[in-house]
């Protein structure tokens, strides 16, 4: 497994979901979709749960284009500030090497 970001903050919309933030660049990870996710908290327990990846419609566009992401099943307090996200390598995009040109 990879990590894919630790939550520095969160925040609920009603009747969608958790979303965490810092979200990933798009480039880094693929989506849209659902990926299965181990949370690896700050106290040491670990949970699976499922992590949506959603197009932000922004305007303007930031430089920077970043994923949405959003747990429909868990609360803010199921989540603290610290957590670390991490996923299987392959939901994460290659990423070309500085050689490559």
Do not use: Y
Not at 19 to 41: K, N, S, Y
Request: proline share 9%; with cysteine; aromatic share 8%.
């Amino acid at each position: 497994m990879k990590l894919l970001l630790t939550i520095e903050d969160t925040f609920v919309i009603n009747a969608r979901g958790l979303v965490v933030v810092p979200a990933p660049r798009i480039q880094e990870v693929r989506g849209p979709g659902d990926l299965d996710v181990e949370l690896h908290f700050p106290d040491g327990q670990r949970r699976k749960a499922t992590l949506t990846l959603l197009f932000e419609f922004l305007f303007p566009a930031p430089a920077i284009r970043r994923w949405g992401c959003m747990f429909r099943s868990l609360a803010k307090a199921d989540v603290p500030i610290g957590t670390e996200v991490w996923c299987e390598e392959s939901a994460l995009l290659s990423q070309p090497s500085p050689s490559d040109g």
